[in-house]
């Protein structure tokens, strides 16, 4: 696989990002001419140009003058430019959850880690860079992607990274977008066992939190004769939460879980981000009124097998109980394929989370999207790229193909949508990758 | 030694404690345990009579001598050495028949070395519940006192899991108990669907687990039908041949091939009965009895037209959630309908007891009282192929029956006499002892 | 502030809380078991807007509402089940002894098919509990059988709270035998109860200490800071429940461990419990009516393990003819469904009269809730929760006809259907296999797995157990 190598500095007034070979304004521009530009917009620019120099997009349009020294690569007109898609929480690189645990000593006292309390711990500290994951999303037109960790009630923090193949660990655009909240239950035998368990002890780390922060507190704002607080890591990580600098990522699918998050969040006062959501459509004005986003998860139930049966073959025969029960699983089928698309039409922000969905299945299941569901191409395309930056806190900066933009996109060789569409390039924060054309066969 | 008196004078002159109070109760519940069973010459008078078999007879009499029911009518001339029954205003019913528990094998559930009912192994046609069965077990009284006078006890775990034994609940041992030490072979069917959410194995696993299960079972039985042959060839003329060995499991299954006792095949699902059905017309000599078929009704014609009669209940949830409330009720009624032979089995142990509701509501939706009352003597006596002294109140049948003060179906009602095979049955047990030592604990007690 | 705040929240929402559906009625001509005040043939009865308004004869309808006719019929208070775990998502906080944090109101699953079949049995309330593995089990909560609803709208509004204790083999099975944890004997599980009443009271004071210190702090009259004491969610509904606040319900069977909590509960002067299932307190019936307690038991459950074995199913009665408040409870999906059949198991069983049966699946359960001012008879001002049956409900040949919770009905058997699930999976198979008819090892399948066994799923392992 050839590639072009270079990294970048990338300078905001308000964000620094330093990389390990970072030098200024020096590098050449580049450019591809007559490609077929998706903005993000639903905008499409024929034989468009796209210039792009220290990983910031300069010109875009169809009658743009190239400078000079830019690197320019002919489309011929049949290739298409996307906006790089942003994954609003992706599981790439994280490590496995270690499985068979033992049981603590005392199964009610078993200790933050074992518990799944574990907010303190960093994607960036812990990315696996051999991971297939993070070679492989930008062949599915993957630049960006928040990335969190497996576990159980809280896995760690949100880092937000350029997706690079091994190089992702050095493009590090974020720590701590936020923390990773689910209701899940510790492993095996320990507590919390039960979602309401998961719930009790949230409260509990917060009133800890609460406690230890106020001693810090006191102990800085007076000299002597106080008690020095006992450092934990576990609580200070919550802090960013409980202060709203910070939200919660909360993975919660079921429309009564959602409703849990909703008390959590009146009690306890969090911002949060729902992650997954696949019932959130039964809850969309709720989640409007309290403007809390979606990063949606594509993990759609599968088909029902009748649906696709031949009518050729040997089928028992359909009684009334098994026509009824069809018509409501198709029903229901139906409903959950919808989330999005009633989402978006109830006015609620939705990005997009593959949340441990496999990359395989991403490409599938937006085909099935788009239709099954009342999305359209635009809106999928939307989702994927400036709604989940809006979510991210990125809107101006990722998201879409404008000038002074970041330079993320991808060039495929037809509409992301179509069959056999591939990734030629992909282009993160600036910096070239050219993709190895994968043979027609496959 | 000392005696008894003896002892409770030491404890009286030692202290007056609470422990004493307790042991005098103790003692007089001693006493109630030591009443015997009577047997002898009883005539039940003013009664009204269902008989089951022969309809009902109002202000009638039924003879019993020893074990047997001598006379039943409106018109019984009552010999003056015959002890009398006033039933006036009480119903008098064959004994109840639960044709398929535990009672007898199990004794605690949580407690495993009391639980005898599940025996390792996946092809145990040889093991039989009829060895098993405790004669003490603290059940046993308290189901008769309900009017629930036979029982079909099975072992339940693996494949084939052994035999099950018909029995009375009056008795010292399970050989005095028996009716039919050997009533059947219980099969788990095998099923080829998966079992729900918990359940994650792919349809093909599942395809090829069942296909699996089902060849072991039918070379089990091939064997078996071939065992059978050879030892009859064998048996009819020795000479000249060399004689097998024996082999306890085959010859276990003798009287099964030979149809002599049915198999009991537990099954449930739909698809699961559609494939027992097509199943038993493999073997046209073996008999075959269904057993649990919650989703019966679902193909109850089926069942009908392949002659399988049904041990049900009525008491659990719907099968599947999407499935009427009711269901479980109509079961019974359903399968009749259809033409089906039903009779009720609880599954139970220690609430066996309750089979009579288990029968009202089977009553209640859409059985009908006759026909629940059937379901629950005399369908279970046939099945069973015992109908000749049990399910009806005739003469000449064994005396096993009860008075009720009314309706036995309705749980509100009272039993107040039980006959089983003639004896006279003392109205106790543990519920009813501890009820007489406790409803009033007397003197002041702490 | 950040409190008060809450406060406004939390009751803006308990608003919203209050918005469910509420119905009105005028049953005609039924015989009205009133539980309270005796039967009342051919009786109107007037549910306006979820109360009952008017009872009597000859009450003409107001506009729009609807009238039914009962004569011939039955009209009785909706069932209360004072120990169920349908309706239920998780059961048992089972990890460690003492769990009083987690409450089943954060447990509840308003989709459950039992609901409906509970109300095709005349139920319009239950008492969702937490299981029996710990010795302070989580808190329960109050559902109105509100099916088709929301979670929130399942919760009987104004309900007290109430929280799970258990006493003998699950507990000290779970954690002394299963962990080797304390406790393992019926002695540890009193020390237990102890020691966290105890703990409870010094937390209450060590953290009522902190809070003045700290504003004595903000406001100037105190020059050092005090050292936090972080609020602590188990301690803080300990202390609710010695404050009288929250209701006890004690899983329990021998009749030493009755004793022995209520010894314990002296010591700590707490009243109004309730001990449920209680096999075994008939035994101790007059000691139980010297402390007021009540008990909630089974009609006939028995010998499933070794602490049930010298048990009676007269034991309501026993408990009945001693003037004990007792209730008839299902703790089941299967006995729900026939609960009127269960409580006439006391007739048979020990000759409870017919009213004093009826009592104990309605205004007894109701009393041990605290409820009984909203529902448990028949009676102006009380809630709508009414069944009309075809028959004396407790015969085995009667059915519910119609069920109404708050004066709106939400079982109607002339119009009940096949398939009343709310949620459909769309992953479901139709034909799934099911468990065997009967009892498998000696375990009652169709009742949570009443000895506490632990079982594996694929969510890893959960525990229930009554």
Known sequence: MKKTARITVLCFSFLMVCSLHGWAQSSPAEAFKNVTIHTADGNTIKSGTIVWRNGVITNIGKDVSIPFDAYVRDGGDSLHVYPGFIDGHALWGSPDVEENVETPDEPGNPGYGRAGIQPERKPSELLQTDSKALSEAPKKGFTTAALGLKGQMLPGQVDLFFINEKETEDLLLKQGVGITAQLEEAQGQAYPSTTMGVMSQLRQLFNDAEALQQQEHYFASVSSNYPAPKQNKVLEALYPVMDNQQPFYFVVDTKENIERVFELQDELGFEVVIVSGKEAYKKSDELKQRNIPVLASIDLPEEPEWRSDDEDEDQPEITEEMRIFRDRQEEAYKADIQNIAKLIDSGVKVGFASNGLELSDISKNLTVLQEESDLGKEAILRMLTQSTADILGYSNQLGNIAEGRIASFTVFNKPFMEEKAQALYSITDGNLTEFEQESSEE | ?446 | MKKLLLLILTFCFSLTGFAQEKGSVLIKDGTLITITDGNMPNTDLLIEDGVITEIGEDISAPRGVETVDASGKYVMPGIIDAHSHIAGVDINEWTNPVTAEVSMEESINPNDINIYWALAGGVTSIHLMHGSANVIGGQNETLKLRYGTEMDDMRFEDAPRTIKFALGENPTRVHGQGFDVQPRTRMGVEQVIRDHFDAAIDYKRNRQEYLDAKQAYEDGYRSTPPVPVAENERLDVLVDILEGEVLVHTHSYRADEITMLMRVFNDYRIEDYTFQHANEAFKVAPELKKNGAYTSVFADWWAYKFEVYYSTAYNASILNANDVKNSINSDSGELIRHLNHEAAKTVHYGNTSKQDALKMITINPAVQLGIDEKVGSIEVGKHGDVAIWDGHPLSIYSKTLKTYVDGKKYFDRAEDADDMRLKVDAEQEFDEASGRWYNENGRHSETCLRGAEIRFSKQGMKLQGN
């Not at chain 2, 097509?278 to 019966?296: N, S």
Request: charged share 25%; proline share 5%; with cysteine.
């Open chain 2, 1 to 446: 030694m000392m005696k008894d008196t003896e002892i409770i004078m030491k404890y009286l002159k030692s202290t007056i404690s609470a422990c004493l109070l307790v042991l005098l109760l103790g003692m007089s519940v001693e006493a109630q345990i030591t009443q015997k069973a009577e047997i002898g010459k009883f005539a039940i008078t003013n009664a009204t009579i269902y008989t089951v078999t022969n309809g009902v007879i109002e202000n009638g009499t039924v003879l019993i001598e020893n074990e047997q029911i001598v006379e039943v009518g409106n018109d019984v001339d009552i010999p003056s050495e015959y002890e009398q029954i006033d039933a006036s205003g009480k119903q008098v019913y064959p004994g109840f028949f639960d044709a398929g528990t535990q009672l007898g094998l199990q004794e605690i559930g949580a407690v495993a070395v009391t639980n005898d009912q599940a025996e390792l192994g996946d092809f145990n046609p040889h093991v039989r519940a009829f060895t098993a069965i405790n004669p003490s077990s603290a059940s046993i009284p308290v189901t008769r006192v309900n009017g629930v006078t036979h029982v079909i006890s099975m072992p339940v775990s693996g494949r084939l899991a052994g035999k099950a034994t018909l029995i009375d609940l009056y008795g010292y041992s399970p050989d005095s108990m028996a009716v039919t030490p050997n009533a059947g072979v219980h099969l788990n069917w095998p099923t080829s669907k998966k079992g729900g959410w918990w359940d994650d194995r792919t349809d093909e696993e599942v395809d090829k687990e069942y296909k699996e299960d089902l060849k072991k079972l039918n070379d089990f039985i091939s064997r078996a039908q071939f065992y059978n042959k050879m030892m009859t060839d064998f048996e009819n003329n020795p000479s000249n041949k060399e004689q097998p060995d024996m082999n306890k499991k085959m010859q276990a299954m003798r009287e099964v091939v030979k149809g002599e006792i049915p198999v009991i095949i537990s099954v449930d699902a739909k698809s699961d009965i559609l494939n027992v059905i097509d199943w038993t017309k493999d073997y046209p000599d073996m008999q075959f009895v269904l057993a649990g078929v919650r989703d019966g009704w679902r193909v109850a014609d089926e069942i009908a037209e392949a002659g399988l009669p049904c041990l049900v209940s009525t008491l659990y949830t719907p099968e599947r959630d999407y499935d009427n409330y009711q269901r479980p009720y109509q079961n019974p009624a359903k399968l009749h309908a259809a033409g089906v032979k039903v009779a009720i089995a609880t599954g139970g142990v220690e609430n066996v007891r309750n089979a009579p509701y288990h029968a009202g509501f089977a009553a209640s939706y859409g059985l009908g009282k006759q026909e629940a009352l059937n379901a629950i003597t005399i369908n279970a006596a046939e099945i069973f192929g015992v109908d000749d002294k049990l399910g009806s109140i005739e003469e000449g049948k064994q005396a096993n029956l009860f008075i009720a003060d009314g309706d036995p179906f309705e749980p509100m009602n009272h039993i107040t006499d039980v006959f089983i095979r003639g004896h006279k049955i003392p109205m106790v047990s543990r519920h009813i002892q501890l009820y007489q030592q406790y409803l009033d604990r007397g003197a002041k007690t702490n």
